[in-house]
């Protein structure tokens, strides 16, 4: 069973420029979940999708937005980067339980 | 508030040494996950296990075993006779209903296992 994918795996913008970051989970599951994983900062929630819908956000300015397909695939959008936004960015599946999520490799998005 | 305390930032083992991995969590929540994922230099975190509030009894799967106490909100995370594979960052990381079960996780500890 293939798992969760994320595209591209690496991104380079410059700061003031908008960044598009994707999402496929694995097959069955309706959930997915963005994390940021600054250097030193851990892993910080970002979004999560479940059906279609956001269901909650983390504490993140609204330059940070996504949204999640019919096919439960979803995307990450970040306007007007800043240099802070560098970072790994993690995408996690699950079947509706968000008790139990399954993670992707990650975008690593670098702004110079 | 819920909030996950790894204290160990950094540990150094030589390979076939036992090592543990300290996770202390504080939530108010009666029904509440914890969690230990494990970040190879991949990237991915790949998801070991789950326990639930209502759950204390230990665990065991093959090298890996942990600890659950209530008592003093810990769940450490032991690997006996450790390999140079098992060298990765270590989340330990805890859902609960007060956060609607958004997990919160630790800063991590980086293991490094020498051959």
């Known amino acids: 069973e293939a798992g969760v994918t994320q595209s591209p795996t690496h991104l380079i913008k410059t700061r003031g420029q908008q960044a598009t970051l994707r999402c496929s989970p694995i097959s069955g599951h309706t959930s997915v979940y963005w994390y940021q994983q600054a250097l030193g900062l851990g892993l910080q929630f970002l979004l999560w999708?479940?059906?279609?819908?956001?269901?909650n956000r983390g504490n993140f300015p609204p330059r940070f937005s996504g949204r999640q397909f019919p096919n439960y695939s979803s995307e990450l959008n970040v306007n007007a980067l800043e240099l802070e936004d560098s970072a790994l960015y993690l995408c996690?599946?699950?079947?509706?339980?968000?008790?139990?999520?399954?993670f992707g490799p990650g975008t690593r998005l670098t702004v110079t | 508030a819920q909030k996950v305390t790894q204290a160990q930032t950094e540990i150094s083992v030589v390979e076939k040494e036992d090592v543990t991995l300290d996770c202390v969590y504080e939530?108010?929540?009666?029904?509440?996950?914890l969690f230990w994922y494990k970040q190879p230099p991949s990237g991915e975190l790949v998801f070991l296990i789950r326990r639930n509030s209502f759950d204390e009894q230990n665990e065991i799967s093959g090298r890996y075993s942990w600890n659950f106490q209530k008592s003093t909100s810990s769940f450490n995370f032991t690997i006996t006779a450790s390999q140079v594979v098992d060298s990765a960052v270590y989340f330990c990381?805890?859902?609960?209903?007060?956060?609607?079960?958004?997990?919160?996780f630790g800063r991590g500890t980086s293991l490094i296992v020498h051959p």
């Open positions: 996690a599946s699950s079947p509706g339980d968000w008790t139990e999520q399954y």
């Open positions: 999708y479940d059906e279609g819908e956001e269901r």
């Open positions: 990381a805890l859902s609960s209903s007060g956060g609607s079960y958004i997990p919160t």
């Open positions: 939530t108010r929540d009666t029904t509440y996950y």
